[in-house]
């Protein structure tokens, strides 16, 4: 009777602890994250429409601007650094920015894509596959470089251009993108980049000045006029960047929530707002609103916005707008002529301060009630501090960008040489490079 009484306690204490096993292991299974359909179809839009942004978006922008016999160059430009970036990124890119790392640098864990699988998730978005995460990063990967080109539009080797934007994927966009999103050292100061105004438009923009500078004025720049070709094509383009920064923006909430909702209603407003703040402005100095104006305005809107998307709400988004507009204006403008540098395609005037007017921004006008938490978050909610950390984070970005795009672009001179002859400049780009003409 004794060792049967003994049998019968430890089976209930044997049985007791299996249900407390199952059931400490049901709540764990509850609570950790699941592959959310929702989540994965929204992403996957929005990874296809930031594509879309590149490819035809930013190329038909760009290639309207220039002049007829460069016109094929130019969108080659995009169209090659899509796949570049594309094959790079797989190769080591998404590992240098999103693996484990250190401050500045991610490592090499998903060297060649390694450990990815169906399966797999990424810790920045743990409801979808990490496979739709890699792709919808590589996106912002591909548009970042592109971007660079319409500094340099008119000039630079398409050998020395491949050259330079796989060295700067590698050596500027990974590290930056790991520094404020991979968990490197910006974001954990705080720095507030909710979809790439540090990551891709200050970095971008800053590229493409520190470009224009060292390959230099194109021949005839400030003496001949150099109208854009076909403004239609830019237009159209505008019009696609528009509509794709729905994914940029809203798809950085990496969930199709309240969160994507209110980052694609403050986008389309403050968009809309710098469009008409840079018509307006140059209505009133200038005599005449431009078509290549406005649309100006709304991707400088489009850039302003991008930080703050996740974090504020509508009123803010047109003050955000409306300021936008009007200081890239004067800096595409007034700024650039003042200055002399020749920025062909407004890379540094509207990218590179969008995303600086952007980022301070946010640090304004971020709340709580938009953001989530419990603390004050921007200045309106009464947190000064988080301005300040904003200005150390575009100043971070600034230095580190121009420092490592003058040393990339100083060996790629040396190694195949940047800009193209004389002859070649004054022909155009087309048939000499490319061996091709618009009829």
């Known amino acids: 009777m004794v060792g049967s009484s003994k049998w019968g306690k430890g089976a209930l204490t044997a049985a007791v602890s299996a249900v407390g096993l199952i059931w400490a292991g049901a709540a764990m299974a509850q609570d950790a994250p699941k592959l959310d359909t929702g989540d994965t179809a929204w992403m996957l839009t929005s990874t296809a429409l930031v594509l879309m942004m590149t490819i035809p978006g930013l190329a038909l922008f760009y290639g309207g601007m220039v002049r007829k016999m460069n016109v094929l160059a130019t969108v080659m430009q995009s169209f090659a650094i899509c796949s570049l970036v594309t094959v790079l990124w797989m190769i080591a890119g998404y ?70 934007i796989g060295l700067w994927l590698i050596l500027v966009y990974c590290p930056v993108a790991h520094m404020v999103w991979g968990g490197g050292f910006m974001g954990g100061l705080g720095v507030l980049d909710f979809a790439g105004g540090t990551v891709v438009h200050i970095n971008a923009g800053v590229a493409g000045l520190v470009a224009a500078l060292v390959l230099g004025k194109r021949k005839g720049y400030g003496k001949t006029p150099f109208p854009p070709h076909n403004l239609v094509l830019s237009v159209i383009g505008a019009s696609l960047l528009w509509v794709g920064w729905f994914g940029f923006n809203a798809g950085s909430a990496v969930a199709a929530s309240a969160n994507a909702g209110m980052a694609m209603a403050v986008t389309q407003i403050a968009t809309a707002a710098a469009a008409l703040a840079w018509m307006f402005s140059e209505w009133a100095l200038r005599g005449k609103p431009s078509v290549l104006g406005i649309i100006s305005g709304a991707v400088a809107g489009l850039v302003a916005i991008t930080p703050a998307a996740g974090y504020v709400g509508p009123g803010s988004a047109l003050v955000l707008g409306l300021i936008s507009g009007i200081i890239c204006f004067f800096a595409a403008t007034t700024v650039k002529n003042a200055l002399g540098y020749d920025d062909s395609l407004d890379a540094f005037g509207v990218h590179g301060v969008g995303g600086i007017v952007g980022a301070i921004l946010t640090g304004v006008f971020a709340t709580q009630a938009i953001k989530g938490g419990t603390d ?50 004054r022909d155009g780009l087309d048939l000499a490079l490319h061996g091709e003409t618009i009829q």
């Open 376 to 425: 004050p978050v921007g200045w309106i909610d009464g947190n000064f501090s988080q301005v300040m950390t904003q200005i150390y984070g575009v100043v971070i970005t600034i230095v580190y960008t121009a420092i490592v795009t003058f040393v990339v672009l100083k060996v790629v001179d040396l190694i195949v040489g940047l800009r193209v002859d004389e002859a070649t400049e």
């Open 95 to 164: 590992s240098l920015a999103f693996s484990e790392g250190n401050a500045l640098f991610g490592g090499l864990s998903n060297f060649f894509l390694a450990g990815l699988t169906l399966e797999s998730t990424n810790a920045l978005a743990p409801t979808i596959p990490e496979s739709v995460f890699m792709t919808f990063q590589m996106t912002f990967a591909i548009i970042t470089p592109a971007l660079i080109a319409g500094a340099f539009a008119d000039r630079m080797k398409f050998s020395a251009m491949l050259w330079f």
